[in-house]
């Protein structure tokens, strides 16, 4: 079974650009959550999506967004973007059969660098 | 909002031996799930082994082990016979068990050195 697939690897981007990231979860997984992992501030939950619908988000301004699908891929984006947002940026997906033990399978993330 | 503490930024440990990476939580809730991750430079995120906080019996994975002190809030892992490929970041993550969906709030991370 293939694992959580996130594309680009590496993203260049300038201030003021936006920038759409994807993941593609492990088949069969409903929900599919990101995070923003940087040296300064950790592993910070951006939001998490569950049959097309965001279900939790974390303290993060209106420029990310995000998005699933019907095959439960995702996106984020992030508009007008600032230095600061340069992170990796981490997807995890989980089965969510109602379990809260379940884990989370991560990606191997992607890596924006803002110029 | 919960908190996850790793208070050792860096460890390290001889090839073959043993070592104990520290966690402390902050919680009010009493259903909730700890987890060990490890970040290899590879960046992707591997689940180690994880803890239900209304089992009193510490998890095993292999040569992974947790200390579990529900009482003191304590969760540190423990390593044995500790090999090269065991060398990466590890974080500390809880997942509330009263609230829907899968947020995991992250520890700070230790950063494992294994000297061959």
């Known amino acids: 079974k293939a694992g959580v697939t996130q594309t680009p690897r590496y993203l260049i981007k300038t201030r003021g650009q936006q920038v759409t990231l994807s993941c593609s979860p492990i088949?069969?997984?409903?929900?599919v959550s990101w995070y923003q992992q940087t040296p300064g501030q950790g592993l910070q939950f951006l939001f998490e999506y569950f049959s097309e619908t965001q279900r939790n988000k974390g303290n993060f301004p209106g420029r990310f967004s995000g998005r699933q699908f019907s095959n439960s891929r995702s996106e984020m984006n992030v508009s007008t973007l600032e230095l600061g947002d340069s992170a990796l940026y981490l997807c995890a997906s989980s089965p969510v059969s109602g379990s809260q033990d379940e884990p989370l399978f991560f990606g191997s993330g992607t890596q924006l660098s803002v110029l | 909002a919960q908190t996850v503490t790793q208070s050792q930024p860096e460890m390290s440990v001889q090839e073959a031996e043993t070592v104990t990476l520290s966690c402390t939580y902050d919680t009010s809730e009493s259903d909730y799930y700890l987890f060990w991750y490890k970040q290899p430079p590879s960046r992707q995120m591997i689940l180690v082994i994880r803890?239900?906080?209304?089992?009193?019996q510490n998890a095993t994975e292999n040569r992974f082990s947790v200390n579990f002190q529900k009482a003191a809030k304590s969760f540190s892992l423990k390593i044995s016979d500790s090999q090269l490929g065991d060398a990466a970041m590890y974080f500390c993550a809880y997942r509330s068990g009263e609230t829907s969906g899968s947020r995991l709030t992250f520890g700070e991370g230790t950063q494992l050195t294994v000297n061959p």
């Open positions: 803890q239900e906080a209304y089992k009193q």
């Open positions: 088949s069969g997984h409903r929900s």
